[in-house]
Every structure is written in C-alpha cells, then in structure tokens.
C-alpha cells in the first residue's frame, strides 16, 4: 500500500511532466516539481470529496446499530487521503532534493500552517459530500463530473502564466481550489506564500469547514432514517 501510494504518483508526475514540458518547452527538472506540487494536493481534495460520498454510507450497519458520533465516519475519510498525501509529499522531497537542492530554505516552515489549512478544507469537504449523498444517492457521478471540470480550469498540469497572457485570469481567481492548491505549493517548492492568497486559503478552508460541520450537527442520529 505504502509503495503503489510513493511510486503511482512519480509515475503519474513522470508521464505528464514529460509531456508537458515538449509541449511547453520547459526544462523538465523544472516542470516536474511543479507538477507534483499541484497535482499531489489535488489528488488529496479531490479524494476527500469523492471518498466522502461514501462515510456514511459504507459505516450503515455501524450507525444503525450503535450511538457512536457520526463525526468520525467523513473525518476518518479526510485523514486517510491525508496520510496518502504526506507520504507522497515525502516521494517528492526526496526527489526535489536532488533536483533542486538550493530551494530549500526556511519558506519551507509555511508548509506546516499550509498542510494544516489543506486538512480542514478536506475534512469540510468531506463532510459535505457524505451528508449530501444521502438526500442525492447519485450525487457521486455528478460530483466527478464536476471535480473533472475543475481539474482542467484549475493550473494544475499548465503554468498559470497561460491564463494570464490570454486574458482569464478571473477564471482562476474565483476557483477555490486554485487557493488551496496554491497555498501548499509554494512552500513546497521554497517559495514565500503571499499573504492576500494565504487570507482566502485560510477562509475557505474555515468556511467550507464549518459548513461541514453546520450539516452534520443538524443531520446528527437522525442519520439512521436517511439509509
């Protein structure tokens, strides 16, 4: 398990940073870092929502037959795709550190408050999908279909300077998650974290969250007739 979750995403960052840099006519120990640093916090959103669909409704029987909170069950979701996240992070470090050995540098400490603020986004998220499918059974197609779009209309596998020179940059600067996706890039990469996108990070990840948590509390053991 630990393995497929180190060496899935190198392979991935592999393939698409080497196209990609042909295509955009990069070097590729440049791209590469960029790539990963966008696509591996992705991977990690992207797995809150999607597996949050899910809290509640593989934890039935559970929830039905016992009164423990049911909390626990979307958090639980959250902290799995973390774990899954921090270990591919360190994939990447130890990659990076051969790249690119002079980025590290003491802009790295943002990656702590940085990580930190990526987790409650996704704790929040997951919240929110697992109580929604529950009124909505096939909210989970409609929500890949919906994380597909944002894939592509976020800068995650092309240099945000593309959107720039052509005039949508609004595109981007209204996407949550080109802020959260930010947010831990840059520090990652040994780059200083901008104090306006760090402000909107933060508040999304708080608003999202306590949405999530809103949802839950009003939802509560009235759960069990929703199954």
Not at 21 to 33: C, H, L, M, S, Y
Not at 72 to 77: M, S, T
Request: contains cysteine; neutral net charge; glycine residues 6%.
């Amino acid at each position: 398990l630990i393995a497929g979750t180190l060496f899935t995403p190198l392979g991935t960052v592999a393939v698409i940073g080497a196209v990609y840099a042909v295509v955009f006519n990069a070097k590729f120990e440049d791209f590469i870092p960029q790539i990963f640093t966008s696509l591996i916090p992705w991977y990690f959103f992207a797995a809150c929502a999607d597996t949050g669909t899910s809290a509640f409704i593989n934890a039935e029987g559970f929830i039905t037959q016992t009164k423990t909170s049911i909390e626990i069950f979307p958090v639980r979701v959250a902290f799995g795709a973390f774990l899954h996240y921090l270990i591919s992070m360190i994939a990447f470090f130890l990659v990076f550190i051969f790249i690119n050995y002079s980025a590290f540098n003491l802009n790295m400490i943002m990656i702590f408050p940085a990580y930190t603020i990526a987790l409650i986004f996704g704790i929040g998220m997951a919240n929110i999908t697992s109580i929604v499918t529950l009124y909505i059974r096939d909210f989970g197609p409609l929500l890949s279909l919906f994380l597909q779009a944002m894939f592509y209309v976020t800068p995650i596998i092309y240099p945000i300077e593309i959107m720039r020179e052509r005039g949508y940059s609004f595109v981007y600067q209204i996407n949550p998650f080109y802020y959260m996706v930010n947010l831990v890039k840059q520090p990652s990469l040994g780059r200083p974290v901008d104090t306006m996108d760090f402000a909107i990070a933060l508040s999304i990840a708080l608003l999202t969250f306590c949405i999530g948590v809103i949802i839950i509390n009003r939802i509560n053991r009235k759960i069990v007739f929703k199954f």
